[in-house]
């Protein structure tokens, strides 16, 4: 092999790893690695939240998540693939898990609460399955939870005067005593998924 075929190659290996690191900190943000990439520590995620349960009407914390082990997705309704698809992931995890299910929270948090009512998000959610706990709240309540949670969320507005909602894909994974787990990515293997919810219970004792 000459010599400028060999430099060729290795000119071609940069921009391969160049791109590559290019897209990792383009898409981390959607695939909830956005705490990684700003050095936060695990420990800093997680935190005190008050919003409103959609199926039930009633004010909650993160006081009546305690005891369980939990499982947040940060989302909302008009979302076109990546909150569909996790919710439906998110039931097949539900059915899998049979009896094992009553011992996680699943919840589903939206990033657009003035699009989310609490009538929208629980007819949604509740589609899917209702044991799916979907929470809302004022613009506030969400903004301390998605900030608590290192969790990333911007509205985009569109040409036609809308707006979508550029959100974290990842589903967060809170011990018992709410401090954080992991997280599952999104489109991440279902037997990947399965043994990390698997070990989330064990962390309850």
């Known amino acids: 092999m000459n010599t400028v075929r060999i430099i060729r190659y290795v000119a071609w290996a940069a921009v391969v790893v160049l ?4 897209g990792y900190v383009s898409f981390a943000p959607m695939l909830g690695l956005k705490e990684t990439i700003t ?31 939990s499982a947040y997705f940060f989302g909302f309704t008009f979302c076109p693939d990546v909150c569909p698809t996790t919710l439906a992931e998110t039931q ?27 009538e929208v998000l629980r007819d949604y ?3 899917f399955d209702k044991r799916i706990h979907p929470l809302t709240g ?19 507005p569109l040409d036609d005067g809308d707006y979508t909602m550029d959100h974290s894909a990842a589903v967060y994974l809170m011990k018992p005593d709410n401090t954080f787990f992991g997280t599952i990515a999104y489109g991440e293997n279902p037997e990947n998924a399965m043994a990390k919810l698997r070990r989330l219970i064990d962390t309850a004792g």
């Open 19 to 22: 791109l590559g690191v290019i």
């Open 39 to 69: 050095n936060q520590g695990v420990a800093s995620i997680g935190g005190p939240f008050t919003l409103v349960d959609a199926s039930t009407g009633e004010t909650v914390t993160e006081a009546d998540f305690k005891g369980k082990p």
């Open 92 to 118: 097949q995890w539900l059915q899998e898990l049979g009896p094992d299910a009553d011992k996680i929270n699943f919840a589903f948090v939206t990033v657009d609460p003035e699009r989310d009512t609490a």
């Open 125 to 127: 959610v509740g589609v």
């Open 138 to 156: 004022s613009r506030e309540q969400i903004d301390e939870i998605i900030r608590n949670y290192r969790v990333y969320a911007r509205k985009v």
